[in-house]
């Protein structure tokens, strides 16, 4: 079992949907990143949370660290959200990270 | 101002000869990372910089791996006698300070490496 989960891994919406990616994992944390990778390979950090909810735009990140789950909502999806979400934690003195979930929106 | 760089952005070179990959982090940047992603495979830790100095090594995959980063800014990581499974894309990034966390990094664009 990968220390980190996430489900699903493919997701395809029509355009204006609400988006949920979910991320399970067996470690302790101190902190969960999500990130996005963009069709032409590059990454961008999205969030880093250790609590709570936080919001960005249409984006919004979720965890819940007694049952070691998080999620990232798209509200209003976009083609330009097709990207892969990636989400991470820390373990020791690295990284450990999600196979990822390849999100297409179509219009 | 500049965010992350690397060179090559691709390389391809033959199984058995050595490489190496430069990261030119952000100005300032103390922390520094290196990532693995192969074809199709999800990212993949290396390793980590506080300054000069890598805590840990464990994260690299074999002994022909090696990283290096001298006067807190460049840093390199050499392949020594590549194989096949070292095609990847290796990335990096970087952070004004590490934290536990993590946090706070800016990705570079990739050295995409094919070993033929």
């Known amino acids: 079992k990968n220390e980190v989960e996430q489900s699903p891994q493919n997701l395809t919406a029509q355009e204006g949907e609400f988006i949920t990616i979910n991320c399970s994992y067996s470690v302790g944390i101190s902190a969960l990143h999500w990130l996005q990778q963009h069709p032409g390979g590059g990454i961008v950090s999205l969030f880093m949370l250790s609590s709570g909810k936080k919001k960005h735009g249409r984006l919004i990140a979720t965890i819940n660290i007694q049952e070691k789950h998080s999620s990232l909502h798209i509200t209003a999806s976009h083609p330009r959200d097709s990207a892969v979400y990636i989400c991470?934690?820390?373990?020791?003195?690295?990284?450990?990270f999600g196979t990822g979930t390849r999100l297409q929106v179509f219009p | 101002g500049a965010g992350v760089s690397q060179s090559p952005s691709n390389k391809v070179t033959e199984k058995g000869k050595d490489v190496e990959l430069r990261c030119d982090p952000i100005?300032?940047?103390?922390?520094l990372y290196w990532y693995r992603q192969s074809l199709g495979q999800g990212l993949e830790f290396l390793i980590y910089f506080q300054g000069n100095s890598a805590p840990d090594k464990s994260g690299l995959p074999s002994d022909r791996f090696s990283a290096e980063r001298t006067g807190g800014s460049v840093s390199t990581l050499t392949i020594q006698r590549t194989q096949q499974e070292d095609s990847a894309v290796y990335l990096c990034?970087?952070?004004?300070?590490?934290?536990?966390?993590?946090?706070?990094?800016?990705f570079g664009p990739g050295t995409r490496l094919t070993v033929t």
């Open positions: 991470a934690v820390p373990n020791t003195d690295k990284l450990i």
């Open positions: 100005s300032g940047h103390t922390a």
């Open positions: 990034a970087s952070s004004l300070a590490w934290t536990e966390g993590f946090g706070g990094q800016y």
